[in-house]
Every structure is written in structure tokens, then in C-alpha cells.
């Protein structure tokens, strides 16, 4: 796990976060560039956004974590992993990390957030219910509208607590086809064994069906009214292969935020990041150049 090492911790109210800061110190970038934040799904970690951040790096601040329950933050018994919490969280984080405005907020205090799966639903949530302010918002294939959650996905939250009895062997095979799923390209041994990894083990097994059980589609439902609300740059990306959650749903979120621009990656499947790194860093990247553009207008 050398390979991307987190080396921060926070703790937050749902356990200890692990996280990690690449490239330049906020605003020390050519011109003052705003930090990007940026948000994993579930079963993955921030490590699918490794291609990404260390790209937007190059002229910024790029801040990653790993949502309480997943990758390399805490994993424990009777942790709270929903929805709700994570919003909570990534409020928390930014508040720790002098972002999102409020009396101890940095000289960059609206960040640029881009977040994909249960990490857009978090961004959302964080926005809408917890008052984290962002310069703009790319949502990556997120879990934003009812109905989602596939029949497995289903099958294992009623029945987690039979799944978690599983025989480790048979819980890793499992877990590894789940994983493999997201991807319409394929994942290299490599790649399928360090997203895989966080899930083995007495604690991970453990976690796994822990943050199944939690997800509920009430926390969707809370804010799924609002996007109407929203009133920053939006961007919504979408893997077209996306056979966990149909490019359809990205039409649909698009529509429903004022101004939001969709973009369709071809030969990807939900996991786009690893699917299609190159063409999702082509389109963030001009995103958050726009962005740049209209600070520096504004500082005209």
C-alpha cells in the first residue's frame, strides 16, 4: 500500500480519517489556484483517483481521503459508514483543512470538489444539509437518484449479517468479482488486488458488509429535491458502459442542476477513473481551468 500512502490523519466523528496533500500549498500555484478536493465511491478508495490528483497536482493543491470504514481509515465495530455520516465528515475535513468559508477559513476558502459513486452523494449532502461551500462541483457516475442500488447490492444489505459468516476464501472471490464489475475495460491483477485489499481479513470482511448495510436510500432522498438549489459551477461525467448505473441517471442529474454540463466518457464503465483515466483528467482539468478563468477575471 506504499504506493499511495496517506499519511494525515483526522479524527473524525465517525472514526480516524486517513488522508494525504499533493502539490503545492493552496494558493502558493502560478496565480493562486484553488485547491481540489476529491471523493471516492464505495467499495473503493481515493486510490482510483491516483492518475487524477497526481495531474491536478502539477499546479495545485489536491487533497484525498479515505471515507471512515474504507481503504486506509478506521475500520470498527458498530461504526456508523452511512451516508449520512460521511457528509458529515467531509464538512468536518474541511473545516480541519480551512476550507468551505466560517471564521477559520484559509485565503482559498471555497474549494473545487469533484466526486464520484457514494463520494458525489456525500459532496451533495455536505453541500445541501451541512453548509460546505465549494467553488464548483464535478459529480463522476454518482449515486445521486432514486432508485439505485443493484439486485446484489440489495441481496447483501438485508442478509449482511449472513454474508459477513462467509468463509474468508469465498468472501475474497466474491469481493474481487464485485470490484471487477465496475469496469467495462477490465483492471489489472494489480489494480483488482489494492482495491480488494481493504476488504479481507477478519476486519475488513467485517467492513465490507457493514457499509452495505448502511446504505439506505433515504440519504438520497433528502437532497434529491434540491439540486435545483445548487448554484455553482456544475459538472456531471459519466462512464458510458456504466452498467451499475446507467448513463440515463447522468441525463437526468444533469437536467435537474441549473447549468450543468454532461459529459459522456465513451468505453468507460462506472469505474472511469480507471477505465478511461486520461479522457476524465482531459475534462476535469478543463474544468477546473474554467474555473482559474473566471477567479482571475474576478481578480481584474
Excluded: N
Excluded at 487533497?63 to 481509515?73: A, E, F, T
Excluded at 477559513?105 to 453541500?127: I, S
Excluded at 451499475?244 to 469505474?271: D, F, M, T, Y
Amino acid at each position: 500500500m506504499d504506493d499511495w500512502p496517506l499519511g494525515e490523519r483526522f479524527p473524525s466523528t465517525s472514526g480516524e480519517v486517513r488522508w494525504a496533500r499533493l502539490g503545492p500549498e493552496a494558493g502558493a500555484g502560478p496565480g493562486g489556484l484553488r485547491p481540489v478536493v476529491l471523493c471516492h465511491g464505495t467499495p473503493f478508495s481515493s486510490y482510483v483517483w491516483r492518475t487524477v490528483a497526481r495531474a491536478l497536482a502539477r499546479d495545485r493543491t489536491v487533497l484525498v481521503w479515505d471515507m471512515p470504514g474504507y481503504g486506509r481509515s478506521e475500520q470498527a465495530p458498530g461504526q456508523d459508514v452511512s451516508l449520512a455520516a460521511q457528509g458529515r465528515v467531509l464538512a468536518e475535513l474541511l473545516a480541519h483543512w480551512r476550507l468551505s468559508g466560517g471564521p477559520l477559513a484559509g485565503p482559498y476558502a471555497e474549494p473545487l470538489v469533484v466526486a464520484h459513486d457514494f463520494g458525489g452523494a456525500t459532496a451533495l449532502r455536505a453541500h445541501l444539509l451541512h453548509g460546505a461551500r465549494y467553488a464548483a462541483l464535478a459529480l463522476v457516475d454518482p449515486v445521486a437518484l432514486a432508485p439505485w442500488g443493484s439486485p446484489f447490492f440489495r441481496l447483501v444489505a438485508e442478509h449482511a449479517a449472513v454474508f459477513e459468516e462467509l468463509p474468508p476464501a469465498l468472501h475474497g472471490a466474491l469481493v474481487r468479482e464485485y470490484v471487477a464489475s465496475a469496469s467495462s475495460a477490465g483492471l489489472p491483477a494489480a489494480t483488482l488486488d489494492r482495491l480488494v485489499e481493504p476488504w479481507l481479513g477478519a476486519r475488513g470482511q467485517a467492513a465490507f458488509y457493514r457499509q452495505i448495510a448502511q446504505a439506505d436510500q433515504r440519504h438520497t432522498d433528502e437532497v434529491q429535491e434540491r439540486y435545483g438549489e445548487i448554484a455553482i459551477p456544475a459538472l456531471v461525467c459519466w462512464g458510458a458502459d456504466d452498467t451499475w448505473i446507467p448513463a440515463a441517471k447522468g441525463r437526468e442529474l444533469a437536467s435537474r442542476v441549473p447549468g450543468a454540463r454532461l459529459e459522456l466518457i465513451a468505453g468507460a464503465g462506472h469505474l472511469v477513473q480507471e477505465d478511461a483515466p486520461a479522457q476524465l483528467t482531459a475534462v476535469l482539468l478543463d474544468f477546473v481551468r474554467e474555473q482559474d478563468r473566471r477567479d482571475e477575471a474576478g481578480r481584474d
